[in-house]
């Protein structure tokens, strides 16, 4: 796995992923802001086929808009980015962000804020599967979106901190399974 903006301090142990996200970091494309923004930590492998990958995401947010999940990119105006974010004072919200030029947002305020937040992504050729597991623990699916078929993706962890001045999120268990397309 490889850095797109390395964060100052990370380190990795086992199964476990710890970041400190730097302050100002984020990505996002245009839309509503009126910025593009290319800085977010991301953490990943480069992929020619589908794939299921999957991660515990457990974070010390603090400011609005802090961050952790999944990034799916092809390149800085094509991408995916999907997890938990610090809204309103509170751990409550799974997003998920698609990116063809602009960026779009879509988020689920989760009724009961939970202690961290598994998710799971699976690529089917041309479809982006984002899951959750919701409160009864079972994958729920979040949203279903379309990201061009290219030879080749990165696909990994991400964390940002948009507004703040940086914390820190663990990533455990993460899983990265390649599959024949079918």
């Known amino acids: 796995m490889k850095w797109l903006n390395e964060p100052a301090h990370?380190?990795?142990s086992g199964n476990q992923i710890i970041v400190n996200t730097?302050?100002?970091?984020d990505f996002w494309?245009?839309?509503?802001?009126?910025?593009?923004?290319?800085n977010g930590h991301f953490y990943y492998d480069q992929v020619n086929t589908d794939f299921v990958v999957e991660v515990e995401i457990h974070g010390e947010y603090k400011d609005l808009y802090d961050q952790a999940g999944i990034m799916v990119r092809s390149d800085e105006n094509h991408w995916i980015k999907t997890g938990i974010e610090y809204v309103e004072g509170l751990q409550h919200s799974i997003s998920a962000v698609v990116t063809h030029n602009y960026s779009d947002w879509?988020?689920?305020?989760?009724l009961t804020p939970p202690p961290s937040l598994r998710l799971?992504?699976?690529r089917r050729k041309e479809a982006i599967h984002i899951f959750y597991v919701d409160a009864s623990l079972k994958y729920s699916l979040l949203r279903l979106a379309y990201f061009p078929t290219m030879q080749e993706v990165q696909v990994g962890i991400m964390c940002a901190s948009p507004e703040g001045s940086g914390y820190q999120v663990v990533f455990d268990d993460y899983r990265l399974t390649k599959?024949?397309?079918v």
């Open 179 to 181: 599959q024949p397309a």
């Open 29 to 38: 494309r245009v839309t509503h802001y009126g910025f593009i923004r290319d």
């Open 10 to 12: 990370w380190s990795s």
């Open 106 to 110: 879509s988020v689920t305020p989760l």
């Open 120 to 122: 799971r992504v699976e």
């Open 22 to 25: 730097l302050p100002k970091t």
